[in-house]
């Protein structure tokens, strides 16, 4: 079964300091690999998405991800991070075509990010 | 953004009540999709929607029923609702490609059912 797993709880990081936000992934097939924000009392948005190509994706708002596929691994990163960028982060995988597709999305549990002036 | 619009955005109802959440969306997306988000679980999946009257069961559908009687909208029913569904639902919809679109996101409907 697809799966995705975001190993820590909280990260806590300097302004102006980079940023890593880990997601890991179990997949049949290719992955399909997604990031959103969400900041309180909003809904999702996406921030990249990992398909096929370059190992290194770059995103919104000055976000990027690595796919490393040895380490079945999907990490976000952002070389400086802005007191702005606290929120909730989710990696997400999409369902295989063989349980039907529709684009359905897999979420891990989430990783507050916390950016501290 | 896409246009989705949920309401109520927020409720507060009994146990054993009947309950329907909106999804309004105006992006004439074919897909559309009910989850619920709970501390430590992420957003998991109720029901989606992959056409007009066409309605399928997610990860978590026990208690929750769905209609798609237009393109547009997509409703979800807790027909006795319990206290284990409290919680905060999000509908998403996504246009059908070949390209992986992403999920656009409502900003959710915050239900607490004593």
């Known amino acids: 079964a697809q799966s995705v797993a975001q190993p820590e709880d909280q990260v806590n990081v300097a302004e102006g300091n980079p940023l890593t936000v880990k997601c890991t992934y179990s997949?049949?097939?290719?992955?399909?690999l997604f990031w959103y924000v969400q900041y309180p009392n909003r809904g999702l948005q996406f921030l990249l998405k990992?398909?096929?190509?370059?190992?290194l994706v770059k995103g919104s708002y000055g976000f990027e991800a690595e796919f490393n596929k040895s380490q079945t691994s999907f990490h976000l990163k952002k070389p400086s991070a802005l007191v702005s960028d606290s929120a909730l982060y989710f990696c997400a995988v999409r369902d295989p075509p063989e349980s039907g597709g529709y684009n359905k999305l897999i979420f891990g549990a989430g990783t507050r990010l916390a950016v501290h002036p | 953004d896409a246009g989705i619009t949920q309401s109520p955005r927020h409720k507060v109802t009994e146990t054993g009540t009947p309950v329907t959440l909106r999804c309004h969306q105006t992006?004439?997306?074919?897909?559309m999709y009910w989850y619920r988000q709970d501390p430590g679980h992420g957003l998991r999946l109720i029901h989606y929607?992959?056409?007009?009257?066409?309605?399928d069961k997610g990860e978590v559908s026990d208690g929750y029923s769905v209609s798609r009687s237009k393109t547009e909208d997509f409703l979800l029913t807790l027909e006795s609702a319990t206290s284990s569904q409290t919680s905060v639902y999000f509908c998403?919809?996504?246009?059908?490609?070949?390209?992986?679109?992403?999920?656009?996101f409502g900003d959710g409907t915050r239900l607490s059912i004593l």
């Open positions: 992006e004439n997306h074919r897909y």
């Open positions: 997949v049949s097939g290719n992955p399909y």
């Open positions: 990992y398909i096929t190509g370059d190992n």
């Open positions: 929607s992959y056409g007009v009257k066409d309605t």
């Open positions: 998403a919809s996504s246009y059908v490609s070949f390209s992986n679109q992403p999920q656009h």
